[in-house]
């Protein structure tokens, strides 16, 4: 047995689960997610936690159950505290801003890079050079975040660039003069 899928779901007091046949949807203070559970996946609750069991043994079923206790689980935990990237920018003259429910980088071409904020995402700038990514939905933050990175992902010469806050970047000599 899967052993990520055993493992129960604890809900918190504040996030409402329904059921239904093949669906979950949980609703929380962040958002409301749901998610479609494959054939084969069964998710049930027991007073105040999901578990999540496979009705067949097949192969197909054995590698999505523990894939959906993870989505279920990511999705709660969503809903009751929500996700954060942390983005920085590095470079002279590089910075962000939020107007008009749109971001917009400066990252060094000659038209600033706009992205639209999708709806249940909230994009927040404190500083001209720090980007915080916040929602429910763990896999919406990751891939903006992602594409925003991938603007100007960082250089390995002079460390210019879009990175995640904590990200290492390896980097390289220069030429060596004569």
Same mark, same amino acid.
């Given at each position: ?15 409402? $689960? ?12 962040k958002g409301k ?5 494959? =054939? ?9 936690? +999901? $578990? ?5 043994? @097949?192969e197909k079923a054995? =590698?999505?159950?523990? +894939? @959906? ?9 969503? $809903? ?9 920018? %590095?470079? $002279? ?22 992205? =639209?904020?999708?709806?249940?995402? @909230? ?6 050079? %720090? ?28 460390? *210019? ?10 980097? *390289?000599?220069? *030429? =060596?003069?004569?």
């Amino acid at each position: 047995m899967s052993r990520v899928g055993r493992l129960p779901i604890t809900l918190p007091s504040q996030v409402k $689960v329904n059921l239904q046949q093949g669906r979950v949807d949980v609703e929380g203070p962040k958002g409301k997610l749901s998610h479609q559970v494959p =054939a084969g996946i069964a998710v049930e609750k027991a007073d105040d936690k +999901l $578990v999540v069991k496979r009705e067949v043994e @097949t192969e197909k079923a054995k =590698a999505l159950h523990g +894939l @959906t206790r993870s989505l279920v689980y990511n999705m709660v935990k969503g $809903v009751s505290d929500g996700y954060v990237k942390e983005l920085e920018i %590095q470079g $002279v003259g590089f910075r962000a801003q939020v107007s008009a429910g749109k971001l917009e980088l400066y990252v060094g071409f000659t038209h600033p890079v706009v992205f =639209a904020i999708p709806p249940g995402i @909230t994009i927040e700038v404190p500083k001209p050079t %720090q980007v915080f990514v916040k929602g429910a939905d763990k896999a919406l933050v990751g891939l903006l975040a992602a594409k925003i990175r991938g603007v100007a992902p960082p250089e390995p010469y002079k460390g *210019k660039g879009i990175r995640y806050v904590g990200e290492v970047v390896r980097r *390289k000599a220069g *030429k =060596a003069v004569a």
